[in-house]
């Protein structure tokens, strides 16, 4: 079982910068691939990041390539979310998961079992 905490969110304008917090709870946490995802009012949630459960592997969505930067401190339970040049199109709730064991991670939600209560994160033009 794991219990996921985000933090870090805020309001900014574009152009700024904001770093995501995920605090986990539970001893399995370095064995799970690990996703951040996100909802817009009205809209489906979307893959935004993943990493592998040894942090070897990410993957990003194409609308965050080069711009966001998905990282753990396994010995820390924690995940991140190195958000840069943000845009007001990346306004949304953020959300972090835990997703397969020993696995690279997904685009998918349905692989991810665990998910924390989200943060807003609101980019102003």
């Known amino acids: 079982q794991l219990q996921l905490v985000e933090s870090g969110g805020g309001s900014v304008q574009a152009g700024a910068s904001l770093r995501l917090s995920c605090a986990a709870s539970?001893?399995?946490?370095?064995?799970?691939?690990m996703g951040w995802f996100r909802q817009a009012p009205g809209k489906e949630r979307e893959f935004v990041a993943a990493?592998?459960?040894?942090?070897?592997?990410?993957d990003y969505a194409d609308s965050v390539e080069g711009r966001f930067t998905v990282s753990r401190d396994n010995p820390k339970n924690m995940v991140y979310l190195q958000m840069n040049s943000l845009k007001p199109e990346d306004t949304a709730v953020y959300y972090c998961?835990?997703?397969?064991?020993?696995?690279?991670?997904?685009?998918?939600?349905?692989?991810?079992?665990?998910w924390g209560q989200g943060t807003q994160v609101t980019v102003s033009a």
């Open positions: 539970g001893r399995t946490f370095s064995r799970y691939a």
């Open positions: 990493i592998s459960w040894v942090g070897s592997v990410t």
């Open positions: 998961a835990a997703g397969r064991l020993y696995s690279r991670g997904t685009s998918d939600p349905n692989e991810y079992g665990f």
